[in-house]
Each structure stands twice: as C-alpha cells, then as structure tokens.
C-alpha cells in the first residue's frame, strides 16, 4: 500500500487524475472501475479536462461503475447514473457501449449482479479501480461487517452512510436502504487500486484501513492486502496516520527507478 499525502483535495485529484491518464495512455483500452460521490468530482473535472486540452482519449476505454441504489430511476437526480452522465461521461468520447453501471430497476436483482461480474470478467478484467472510502470505512456499498470475498449482490446502507448521502437528497427520507455494489472480492480482482480520501470527516476510516489490522469491520483495511493499493489523502484525512512523516519522506524521495508517480 502506497500512502500519498498532499496539502489539498485538488492535489491529491490532481495526482490520481495523471495516475489515471497514464493508464489509458499506456493502455488505450482500458478498463476503469469508477467511483461516485464527492469524492472523485475533481479528479472527473480534471480528466475531461485532459481530454479537451490534451487529447486524453477515452474511445476504446471500458468503464465499470461500483454501484447504484436500488429502485432509482436513472433520471433521478441522485442516482449515479445520473451523476456519472453529469460529471464524467458527458464530457469525454467514451463509447456509450463501453459503459456498465449496475442496474437499480432490475427486475432480477440477483441475475443481474451474476451478469456484471461476468461483464467484468468478460472485458479482462479492472486495470484501475477508483475508490471512495465511506467515513465508517466502506469501500463501494461494503459497509462494514461485509464479507471480504463478496461479489456484486445487494447491500443494505447503514444509517451512518445514509446520513452522510442525504445531501444529495431533496429530502433525506428517500435515501434508499439499499444498493447494489460491487463485492470486495471484486475490488480485489482490479490490477490497481486507487483510494482518495480527503476531509477530516475521513481520518478515523482511513487511519483504521491503512494502520490498523485487517478486519471485515473495516472493509478500506483489505486494500492492505492489495499487491498495488495507492491510497492518496490530503492533510485533513491523513491527521491520525501514526506514520504519516514517515509516508511523506517516501514519497518525496522516490529513487529515479521506481517509475511510478
Ligand atoms: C460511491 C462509493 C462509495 C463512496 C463513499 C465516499 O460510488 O462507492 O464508497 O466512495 O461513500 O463518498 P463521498 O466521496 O461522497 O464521501
């Protein structure tokens, strides 16, 4: 697990979004696993900026959303349908085709989350996974207690992450109960992990997944188990890191050969 620490939510969007570029530029047919939420919002301004100004092309990239509540319609103004068309997908060339979201509306829940794992494992699998972390440690819709092999099923939200999405509701009553996610098996599958966390409201999850044991209480903590987990934090999320100088030494003094950013 590689921990970047950077003054501000804008670096730290700004490293993931060159960590990112890099990868569809290596590998033109990618295929990323994206995030919603506050979170990723800068690093998605800064992609599309990238493929405005610099020719970032996303024509050939294949792309596999986490998760999506269950029972919103992809019209509603709080579904990640709704948020990656807004934020991501409507400002880059990415092939409509080339798009996976889970489906909230279907009928058969349960063959439709056979079904995504087979579009994942179909497609070669996730070369980059971004992710979120839920302020009680949730990776996806995992909240805690979720099985560390899961794979894509439903989820129910705690009241804590509930809380914490009501602002992306009109009335904090409709926030859905449940979700479909991606397992944390699934997580795991992805070459690359790329965690962001910024805000104070993180330091608790993120100081428990990056330094304390690995426990299904704390689904952030399987990333220690990640060949190639990047967690990158800004000061506020990473205050409670015991080892934090020690983090930021590392990754200002990189030797020359370790070509990563
Ligand atoms: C969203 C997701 C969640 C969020 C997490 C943090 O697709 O999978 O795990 O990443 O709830 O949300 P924000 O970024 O809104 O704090």
Redesign the pocket.
């Known amino acids: 697990m590689e921990v970047i620490i950077v003054p501000n939510a804008q670096e730290g969007s700004d490293v993931a979004a060159r960590l990112v570029a890099r990868q569809v530029r290596e590998k033109p047919d990618s295929v990323l696993g994206?995030?919603?939420?506050?979170?990723?919002c800068k690093l998605y301004q800064l992609l599309a900026r990238m493929h405005r100004s610099d020719h970032l092309d996303f024509s050939r990239v294949t792309t596999f959303?986490?998760?999506e509540y269950l029972g919103l319609d992809p019209a509603h103004p709080a579904s990640?349908h709704r948020y990656m068309e807004e934020n991501f997908f409507s400002q880059v060339n990415i092939a409509r085709g080339h798009i996976h979201i889970p489906d909230g509306l279907a009928g058969d829940v349960a063959a439709h989350c056979v079904a995504y794992e087979r579009m994942i494992r179909d497609a070669g699998g996730i070369d980059l996974q971004i992710?979120?972390?839920?302020?009680d440690g949730?990776?996806?819709?995992n909240e805690p207690g979720s099985s560390l092999a899961s794979r894509t099923r439903i989820k129910t939200l705690t009241e804590r992450?509930r809380c914490?999405?009501a602002r992306f509701f009109t009335n904090p009553c409709d926030v859905p109960h449940h979700v479909i996610?991606m397992g944390l098996g699934t997580i795991m599958e992805s070459r690359m992990c790329l965690l962001l966390a910024f805000g104070s409201?993180?330091a608790q999850a993120v100081a428990a997944s990056v330094e304390g044991p690995v426990t299904a209480s704390v689904p952030g903590s399987l990333l220690q188990f990640h060949t190639r987990a990047k967690v990158i934090l800004d000061a506020e999320a990473a205050s409670l890191l015991a080892r934090a100088a020690y983090y930021q030494w590392v990754y200002k003094n990189k030797p020359e050969w370790q070509t990563d950013l």
């Open positions: 994206l995030a919603t939420g506050g979170t990723p959303n986490l998760d990640y992710l979120g972390l839920g302020s949730h990776l996806g819709f992450t914490d999405n996610t409201g993180k």
